[in-house]
Structure formats: C-alpha cells, structure tokens
C-alpha cells in the first residue's frame, strides 16, 4: 500500500523517525472498535491493540488512538497482528463532549482535511444544530463545508431559500446542493477528494451519509436504511467510525449519525463560527456590553435594521452558556480527581508509614 495516497508527508515523516529508529513500523487507524482497531500500513490492513503501557500512560481519551490517526506500530512476523505503541502528531481533530453528564471527550476523527457537514433540505433542516457543526469544525483545525443533501425532495425555490439561511451564517464556507437521486452536485466535491487528502462525513441519522459515501466510493460499502415516512429522519446505518479509500487516491472518513452535538472546545471556533457578532461587538460603546439594553450597543442596533437575526443572537448565548457550564464541569471534575489522587497518595503514605513502624515494631520484638 502506498501511504502517500491516504496522506502520508514529509511532515509525518520527520514526527516518524525516532519511531523507525527503534524498529517500529507506520501505520494508519482505518476502523475503531471498542477495545481494537484496524490499521492500514504498507504490508496491508491488520487488526491492532494498543500497548499496555501506551494504554496506562493515557491520562485521558486524547492518549488513545482515533479513526484517522497515524500510530508507530510493531507488526508479528505474519503481518496480520500489531501492536500501537504510540500516536503521531495530530494535525486536527474533531470531537465533541460525551452524551450525559460526564465531562469526556469523544474523538469522532483526526488528522482530516476537509469536514463535510451534511445536511438534508427536507424536514431535518436544523441552522441551529449547523451551528454547533460548524463551530466543532472550525475547532478541529479542518475546513468545514456543508453538504445540502436531498435536493431531489424540495422544490427549487425552497432550496434556494434554505441556501441562503445558511450562507447567512457560514458566509466564507462553500455549500454545495446535491440529490442521490439526479446526482445533482457530486461533480463539485471533486476538489476535496484527491490524493493525499482526508475528508470526514459528519451529520445527523438520516441525512444521508452512507448513501453518499457509496456514490463517492463507487460501490456499496455502507447499509444504508430506509427513513421513517412520518418525520423524514433515518435510523442509525452507521455503527462505528470507518476510513475508506476512494478512487481519486484520498480518503474518506464516515461517522456514525449524531442525536445530539455537545461542544468539547471552541475556542476559536466559536470566533469563526460567530464572527459577524464578534465583529459587531468589537463596535459598542462598553467592553463589557452583554448586548441586551446597553447604550450604544452595535449588536442590538445591528437586529434592529434588520442585518442580524435575534435567533442567532439568541443561539450564540445559549451556547456560551453551554460552553461556559463545560468549563466550570471540567474545572470541578479536576478538582475532585486532584483531591482524589490526593486522597490515595495520602493513604498509601500512611501505609507505608504505618508498615514501617509495624516492620520496627516486630524487629524489635525479636531483639
């Protein structure tokens, strides 16, 4: 297998050297179960686990291997088993925090070039949830495009109206409109697909992915299910994240359909997401402006003439709100792992103490 097809370069390949050097071998993770992975190297695709040691030195699900990733492995002598002992550096990563209340991370794919953010113009159109995808991209360090799939279902002005809401709120992303029924729009993907590169598949169940990875692909390498006649959304097809090669020489990554998008970070994805808000609020008159009745607030005066809708106004609080909540989560589960830790270093010294004067306790008595 030639790795320069699925992104191998001369960057990797200076992050490799040590690697190599202690006989390891390079390897890219195609599929991730829940305790194994497939990789891709030269000698082919092999089943994967990663070290006992790689596993406890991992503080967090960040030291664990993700679909995408390029790890230094040490394959058996029959090439059809490795071990991962270690993950290259990543050049992106998009993830999102775990359902529930756990403050985790998921890695959903790494090292991907371009996000494509699917979604479909028929009555799963969501702009707020786009905004949540386009904010998780932006982070991730890709660049996100959206994918406008099932034109085939709405009539022609429709779609034209749904367009624009969307290059409203991503006016420097491309949108592309495409129908697995016409084939509509496919052709214009073909910049994101050549060789070297890494696309990722991300959206809701239902809005078609696994379709259009088939198309991409050429052949039915995904299930793909009917969606519910009542409310136009699918089922989950997608099971498990999967890298699949694609005939241009690129790769493609499909993911499983996500319910709910919890931001994980967003520093400056939020920035970019936002940056319309961001750039009038750099023009009211107090720093401090919260944009709600303060004099001179460029943000309200911006609603009022109509160049700013309230709902995305109302949209980029609330998700503040949520990512300021993730912060302080995160800030009190350190805090109780810390005191935590403290708690066992505090008994084991005790132990220990507690043996030594139990060890001089008995010498002693032997005197």
């Given at each position: 297998?030639?790795?320069?097809?699925?992104g191998?370069?001369?960057?990797?390949e200076?992050?490799?050297?040590?690697?190599?050097?202690?006989?390891?071998?390079?390897?890219?993770?195609?599929?991730?179960?829940?305790d194994?992975?497939r990789?891709?190297?030269?000698?082919?695709?092999?089943?994967?686990?990663?070290?006992?040691k790689?596993?406890?030195q991992?503080?967090?699900?960040?030291?664990?291997?993700?679909?995408?990733?390029?790890?230094?492995?040490?394959?058996?002598?029959?090439?059809?088993?490795?071990v991962?002992?270690?993950?290259?550096?990543?050049?992106?990563?998009?993830?999102?925090?775990?359902?529930?209340?756990?403050?985790?991370?998921?890695?959903?794919?790494?090292?991907?070039?371009?996000?494509?953010?699917?979604?479909?113009?028929?009555?799963?159109?969501?702009?707020?949830?786009?905004?949540?995808?386009?904010?998780t991209?932006?982070?991730?360090?890709?660049?996100?495009?959206?994918?406008?799939?099932?034109?085939?279902?709405?009539?022609?002005?429709?779609?034209?109206?749904?367009?624009?809401?969307?290059?409203?709120?991503?006016?420097?992303?491309?949108?592309?409109?495409?129908?697995?029924?016409?084939?509509?729009?496919?052709?214009?993907?073909?910049?994101?697909?050549?060789?070297?590169?890494t696309?990722?598949?991300?959206?809701?169940?239902?809005?078609?992915?696994?379709?259009?990875?088939?198309?991409?692909?050429?052949?039915?390498?995904?299930?793909?299910?009917?969606?519910?006649?009542?409310?136009?959304?699918?089922?989950?097809?997608?099971?498990?994240?999967?890298?699949?090669?694609?005939?241009?020489?690129?790769?493609?990554?499909?993911?499983p359909?996500?319910?709910?998008?919890?931001?994980?970070?967003?520093?400056?994805?939020?920035?970019?997401?936002?940056?319309?808000?961001?750039?009038?609020?750099?023009?009211?008159?107090?720093?401090?402006?919260?944009?709600?009745?303060?004099p001179?607030?460029?943000?309200?005066?911006?609603?009022?003439?109509?160049?700013?809708?309230?709902?995305?106004?109302?949209?980029?609080r609330?998700?503040?709100?949520?990512?300021?909540?993730?912060?302080?989560?995160?800030?009190?589960?350190?805090?109780?792992?810390?005191?935590?830790k403290?708690?066992?270093?505090?008994?084991?010294?005790?132990?220990?103490?507690?043996?030594?004067?139990?060890?001089?306790?008995?010498?002693?008595?032997?005197?």
């Amino acid at each position: 297998m030639d790795l320069k097809k699925i992104g191998w370069n001369v960057e990797l390949e200076r992050a490799f050297e040590p690697f190599r050097e202690q006989g390891f071998t390079l390897a890219r993770v195609i599929v991730e179960h829940k305790d194994s992975f497939r990789v891709m190297a030269e000698s082919g695709e092999m089943l994967a686990e990663v070290s006992g040691k790689m596993r406890f030195q991992a503080a967090t699900r960040e030291g664990i291997p993700a679909v995408g990733d390029w790890v230094a492995i040490r394959e058996t002598a029959s090439h059809d088993y490795a071990v991962i002992q270690a993950i290259l550096p990543r050049k992106s990563k998009f993830s999102r925090k775990v359902a529930g209340g756990t403050t985790d991370e998921q890695i959903v794919a790494t090292n991907v070039d371009t996000v494509l953010l699917v979604n479909s113009l028929n009555q799963d159109f969501n702009i707020n949830r786009l905004e949540r995808y386009l904010i998780t991209a932006w982070e991730s360090g890709a660049n996100p495009v959206v994918v406008l799939s099932k034109a085939d279902q709405c009539e022609a002005d429709v779609i034209e109206r749904k367009v624009k809401r969307v290059g409203a709120i991503a006016p420097s992303v491309p949108i592309h409109v495409l129908s697995a029924v016409t084939m509509e729009g496919f052709d214009s993907l073909a910049p994101y697909l050549g060789e070297g590169q890494t696309v990722a598949l991300v959206g809701s169940s239902g809005v078609g992915k696994s379709t259009i990875i088939n198309i991409l692909i050429g052949e039915d390498v995904q299930k793909v299910t009917e969606i519910r006649l009542k409310d136009d959304r699918g089922r989950h097809t997608t099971t498990h994240r999967e890298l699949f090669m694609l005939p241009s020489g690129g790769v493609i990554i499909d993911t499983p359909g996500m319910r709910e998008l919890h931001l994980w970070s967003a520093n400056s994805g939020m920035a970019k997401a936002f940056d319309d808000i961001e750039q009038l609020a750099a023009q009211c008159f107090f720093n401090d402006c919260q944009h709600r009745k303060e004099p001179r607030c460029a943000v309200q005066l911006a609603i009022q003439e109509g160049r700013l809708s309230p709902n995305r106004l109302a949209n980029y609080r609330n998700l503040g709100g949520e990512l300021a909540a993730l912060s302080e989560r995160a800030a009190r589960d350190y805090r109780e792992v810390k005191e935590e830790k403290g708690k066992k270093a505090a008994r084991r010294l005790i132990d220990k103490e507690r043996g030594r004067k139990s060890f001089k306790y008995h010498k002693s008595r032997t005197k």
